[in-house]
């Protein structure tokens, strides 16, 4: 029961910039078989999904940036989680040794309760399975993210990523459309950060930082800004690119486009402006 893809690539072999750009939970390939798993129809747990958010990036693609996009669902594995960020109820007998409060309320490793759901899967998957998805799905993922950022750093001398999420409308009339987290500056330097909230804010969206996300593991495993290798997360409202339903792509889905090649323009410049600064001192 395996997707036949679990990511695509795009112009990884011959980096054109130093930014690559990742997009983990977009991922709507689900197994055969996974249905049967679960205790709820699988269009309950669609809300797991960043829905079409790799469609985000697709101009950031066509204009050659490096791009890596999950075809995995979240509700197989998620690509944002450590391995071991699990509790008891998934591996049998395994318990995660730094699980998460994220995975104590059930969105670990695996997913195994959703809000207004309940318990997600019929029987969780045993030490095996766990292991299997980590092997076939996970450390592949992350494999290819740590390389495409290894080939623009050595070609730039400074890399970046670009991880890119969806999140529901935030409560409130004022509340942010989009959320840039750094990890409070421990996964990018402030001039990336900078560069890509003024993107944001000058296209006049409601623009917060790493409130209410910070980022996630991702971000920590990647973002090495000593080592010259930032790691940036934009999530994206989905009432900006989605209809009504937050279902289906809407009619906002091409600004949003334009945005993100915006914010990879910007924050590419910064990095590399910073780089020509240095090497002059």
């Known amino acids: 029961m395996e997707p036949s893809v679990p990511f695509r690539m795009f112009n990884t072999a011959a980096p054109r910039s130093p930014v690559v750009i990742s997009v983990p939970h977009a991922g709507r390939d689900y197994p055969t078989g996974c249905a049967q798993l679960c205790r709820v129809p699988i269009t309950k747990l669609l809300r797991l999904e960043d829905r079409y958010a790799d469609l985000l ?74 292991d299997a998805r980590v092997c076939q799905y996970h450390r592949p993922y992350h494999a290819a993210i740590g390389m495409a950022l290894e080939a623009a750093r050595a070609r730039f001398g400074v890399a970046v990523l670009l991880d890119i999420h969806s999140m529901p409308p935030l409560l409130g009339q004022d509340s942010a459309q989009i959320v840039l987290g750094d990890r409070f500056g421990r996964a990018a330097a402030m001039a990336v950060t900078d560069a890509a909230r003024a993107v944001c804010t000058m296209a006049r969206y409601r623009t917060a930082l790493n409130t209410p996300y910070a980022g996630a593991y991702i971000l920590e495993r990647h973002g090495q800004p000593m080592a010259g290798v930032h790691a940036l997360q934009l999530e994206m409202c989905r009432s900006l690119y989605l209809d009504e339903t937050l279902n289906a792509p809407g009619t906002g889905l091409p600004e949003l486009q334009r945005l993100i090649l915006n914010v990879a323009a910007a924050v590419s410049e910064s990095v590399t402006d910073r780089q020509m600064s240095l090497a002059a001192e």
């Open 57 to 130: 990036v697709e101009s950031c693609i066509s204009a050659g940036y490096s791009t890596i996009i999950a075809q995995t669902p979240r509700l197989w594995i998620d690509l944002n989680r450590a391995e071991d960020d699990f509790v008891d109820r998934i591996g049998a007998q395994r318990l995660g040794t730094h699980a998460s409060t994220k995975a104590r309320s059930g969105l670990g490793l695996i997913p195994t309760r959703l809000s207004g759901v309940g318990d997600i899967w019929r029987t969780p998957p045993d030490a095996a399975e766990l």
